[in-house]
């Protein structure tokens, strides 16, 4: 079951679950996404160690989709 | 869709991209600053005690002006590591920080967990070097391992407990490394050796493994 997550003061929230033959499930997911990003977060896939994609679309076939808040210098 | 670069570049688009000539640099502009801050210390404890012998405590007070300064600039440095530096309203809560350990956990392998249990900091290989990730900031080891960036960088949300401000610095780093660099604001640039003596103890090690890494182990 692939996870759309959040990271927040919990530690992460996870927002949806979907499965690639569950359609409603991954259009409330998408739905979810769309507001994360609105809200500001920048949704993140990792490629294996050391690789991250940032995404703009809920990759379906993605196992974890995560929500970062951005970074800056300090 | 994907896309490469880091979108908080856009906050500082006056800023050159970080790559490996900028990194060469900026090297060696903190290298000539420091010398700069030093040499006329040197110099004028030489020139006294050359003149009159009895000016000696004076030039051992210049040897350590000249000797101060770069363990400042360093200590300067070793701050981006301070968990002290974390401007959270409020303590974070220990179930939070569980949860927030189990994904920094799931994202990297056996080796950097364990690093990071015992020091606090998660080791990256990057194409730059390698990196050693905190709470609020990040080191940069560059290879041969003698050269240390020291970058101050945090997630912008004070309420995040520890692990999840790393995990947001590991994934922005991921994400673009050269634009990390870009986003984040060099705090001192020097050898590795000075840092490691202003760190934190339990980091330290931290610093000599990534040493380790940078030099091809």
Redo the contacts between chains.
């Keep these: 079951m692939a996870r759309l997550i959040r990271m927040d003061r919990t530690g992460h929230t996870t927002l949806a679950e979907w499965t690639a033959d569950d359609d409603a499930a991954l259009a409330a997911a998408a739905v979810a996404f769309r507001e994360q990003l609105e809200a500001g977060h920048y949704a993140v896939v990792t490629r294996g160690e050391g690789h991250a994609e940032r995404v703009t679309e809920l990759p379906a076939e993605a196992e974890l989709v995560i929500l970062r808040r951005p970074i800056a210098g300090g | 869709?994907?896309?490469?670069a880091?979108?908080?570049t856009a906050?500082?688009a006056w800023r050159e991209r970080v790559d490996e000539r900028a990194l060469h640099v900026r090297g060696r502009l903190w290298t000539l600053s420091t010398s700069a801050h030093t040499v006329p210390f040197v110099a004028t404890a030489g020139v006294l005690v050359g003149i009159e012998p009895f000016l000696a405590p004076v030039s051992a007070l210049a040897l350590v002006h000249a000797w101060a300064i770069p363990e400042l600039y360093a200590k300067r440095g070793a701050n981006?590591l301070s968990p002290h530096?974390r401007r959270a309203p409020v303590a974070?809560?220990e179930?939070?920080?569980?949860?927030?350990?189990?994904?920094l956990g799931?994202?990297?392998?056996h080796a950097a967990r364990d690093l990071h249990a015992r020091t606090g900091l998660v080791p990256?290989?990057?194409a730059l070097g390698v990196w050693l990730v905190g709470e609020?900031?990040a080191l940069l080891v560059r290879p041969g391992g003698r050269r240390v960036h020291c970058?101050?960088?945090?997630?912008?949300?004070p309420?995040?407990?520890p692990?999840?401000r790393t995990?947001?610095?590991l994934?922005?780093l991921?994400?673009d490394e050269h634009g990390?660099a870009t986003?984040?604001?060099l705090a001192f640039s020097g050898a590795r050796w000075r840092v490691r003596r202003r760190l934190a103890p339990r980091m330290r090690g931290a610093l000599d493994e990534a040493g380790r890494m940078a030099r091809g182990g």
């Design positions: 869709m994907t896309t490469t880091l979108p908080e906050a500082v981006v530096r974070p809560a179930a939070a920080q569980r949860t927030a350990l189990g994904l799931d994202l990297v392998g990256e290989r990057g609020a900031g970058w101050c960088v945090r997630a912008d949300d309420s995040l407990p692990a999840d995990a947001h610095l994934l922005a991921r994400e990390f986003v984040a604001n």
